[in-house]
């Protein structure tokens, strides 16, 4: 069974930094494209940033310069750092994976983990 479990949200002032970890298991990591959505209130999830099999990784737009992925292949955790938040940055992110590469459509993720939340105050 696939699991993912977010975790590092939590109340931060705006300016400061947080690291958000998804520790996935249940698969074979490698085959699986991996990645993060985030959720404003009363809004649809959006793509956030992703890693493929192939190693690529893509950043929305919106994060490009604050936000970076890493990951640690020996514990199958991906991690996305995002610093210099900003109030605008206040929501639930949502770790996702989907198995071969990352799907285009952003309702074709199998999988999903139950969030963590992350708000940002000035």
């Known amino acids: 069974e696939v699991q993912l479990v977010e975790s590092g949200g939590g109340s931060v002032q705006a300016g400061g930094s947080l690291s958000l970890s998804c520790e996935a298991s249940g698969y074979a990591y490698r085959s699986y494209c991996i990645g993060w959505f985030r959720q404003y209130p009363g809004k649809e999830r959006e793509r956030v940033a992703t890693?493929?099999?192939?190693?690529?990784?893509v950043y929305a737009e919106s994060v490009k310069g604050r936000f970076t992925l890493s990951r640690i292949k020996a514990n199958h955790t991906l991690y996305l750092q995002i610093n210099n938040l900003e109030v605008s940055d206040t929501a639930m992110f949502y770790c996702?994976?989907?198995?071969?590469?990352?799907?285009?459509?952003?309702?074709?993720?199998?999988?999903w983990g139950k969030g963590t939340l992350v708000i940002v105050s000035t």
């Open positions: 996702v994976s989907q198995r071969g590469n990352c799907p285009l459509r952003d309702s074709n993720w199998d999988y």
């Open positions: 890693w493929d099999t192939d190693d690529e990784t």
